[in-house]
């Protein structure tokens, strides 16, 4: 499909994934919260420059935060982490850089580089979700406990759907 | 004028983040976890259209309907019982059925969202009760949906009393346990002891008087200078709340006005 399209239709499916099925879902006593939103932000082109990476994280973040009535909550922490991502995926790159066909996905990157960058990116933005959740300094031990767990368990849903949805190619 | 056009271009990224965060941060404020306003009703109907067919979808129809009669039937003899009651408050009571259709329970600021609306008489304000005990109150309403803040929601406060003439104290949730709330600001000369009822008092016009929040935890109470904070165990199960009753004094709205005319008139 025409990348110009594809993009635009992953966040609107992730963030309407989010916001009608995974934001009612609280797995283990709120230490499994889901943000499927994410995903789309993430796979946004490894060229993406950092002030439109951080505009469409803010945007996609407002929308959620919409409806799941998250008050801005979601659209500070998708912002926190569209700041970082371009440094991640600096650290991350590979010897002799991107080459211009890589793309963000398990498929063209392989998943111990896939796991690293969303392990990374997620645990910002769900540090930065629970710390603003909790409110309060009692709380804020909890929240971060929250957000490792949830973290792992997004990563873990993300490498799942990637692995359904894309089919297999050579791995680099 | 170009040394700061170069301090913008080296420094674009972020104070892109920085004015983004401080967008998101003033909602974030601002709403203080009160989800509110006109988008919020916007949302509430697109987004609850949906989760009412999940829901409708996720029932056993004729268990649902069942279930839903003996529901109304409850708040017909509820509001009976007010009418026949010499309580000022409860002369006035009326009780509406409704359906959680969506609530989130694990965060520190929850909310729930009820299949009913203004069509069907639910209001801004009104209290919501399941099982003869309370819940939280409305604070959005649409014409089909509402949506509503329970007692664990950590930027509330209930006005709250120990026993039927014991002490009046401050009814606060601060996060973590979702099983227990405090009570804050009861005298130490207050006499309670683990398992006492603590109910409302209908000050805030919330809920008519007497309904019950929970019951005195076992638990030592924590001193606080003069007073003491009591541990309260909810008498609501949150987590598998699905049929509610929303309970309207008809009188928050002047408990609000006469607060707002002594506030203006206070020197």
């Known amino acids: 499909m025409n990348p110009a399209l594809l993009i635009p239709l992953q966040l609107l499916l992730t963030c309407a994934l989010q916001v009608l099925f995974f934001q009612n879902m609280a797995l283990w006593e709120g230490y499994g919260i889901l943000t499927f939103h994410t995903l789309g932000i993430l796979l946004l082109p490894l060229n993406t420059r950092p002030i439109i990476l951080m505009l469409v994280s803010a945007t996609v973040g407002a929308v959620v935060d919409l409806f799941a009535f998250g008050g801005g909550l979601f659209t500070s922490s998708a912002v926190a982490m569209g700041l970082f991502l371009p440094f991640i995926n600096r650290l991350l790159a590979p010897r002799e850089g991107y080459e211009v066909t890589d793309e963000p996905s398990i498929k063209s990157m392989g998943i111990q580089w896939f796991s690293i960058r969303t392990i990374a990116a997620l645990l910002i933005h769900n540090l930065w979700m629970f710390s603003l959740e909790a409110g309060r300094w009692n709380l804020i031990l909890s929240g971060w406990g929250k957000a490792v767990t949830s973290t792992l368990l997004c990563w873990l849903l993300f490498a799942v759907v990637l692995q359904l949805v894309q089919a297999k190619g050579k791995k680099r | ?267």
Do not use: C
Request: aromatic share 12%.
């Open chain 2, 1 to 267: 004028m170009r040394n700061l056009w170069n301090f913008i271009v080296q420094y674009q990224v972020i104070l892109v983040f920085m004015v983004l965060q401080a967008l998101a941060l003033s909602w974030f404020i601002s709403s203080r976890g009160y989800p509110k306003g006109k988008w919020v009703r916007l949302a509430l109907d697109w987004e609850s259209a949906w989760q009412g067919q999940i829901s409708e979808w996720s029932h056993r129809a004729e268990l649902s309907d069942q279930n839903f009669q003996l529901l109304e039937e409850n708040a017909r003899l509820r509001s009976r019982m007010g009418q026949s009651s010499v309580s000022h408050f409860k002369n006035r009571s009326q009780f509406i059925a409704a359906e959680v259709i969506r609530a989130t329970w694990t965060q520190n600021q929850n909310h729930f969202v009820l299949d009913q609306g203004e069509n069907n008489g639910v209001q801004i304000g009104q209290g919501v009760i399941a099982n003869g005990a309370a819940i939280g109150k409305i604070i959005e309403t649409t014409q089909k949906y509402s949506i509503g803040i329970p007692l664990i929601h950590n930027q509330l406060d209930w006005s709250a009393r120990i026993g039927n003439s014991g002490a009046i104290g401050r009814l606060k949730w601060e996060g973590g346990d979702r099983t227990t709330g405090m009570l804050f600001d009861i005298p130490r000369s207050a006499a309670f002891k683990p398992g006492d009822s603590v109910i409302t008092t209908g000050f805030q016009g919330v809920f008519p008087p007497d309904i019950l929040f929970g019951t005195v935890a076992n638990e030592e109470p924590y001193f606080d200078g003069e007073f003491l904070n009591v541990p309260v165990q909810w008498a609501a199960e949150f987590q598998s709340l699905r049929y509610v009753h929303l309970t309207d004094t008809n009188d928050g709205a002047d408990i609000d006005s006469l607060e707002g005319t002594f506030n203006h008139s206070a020197p």
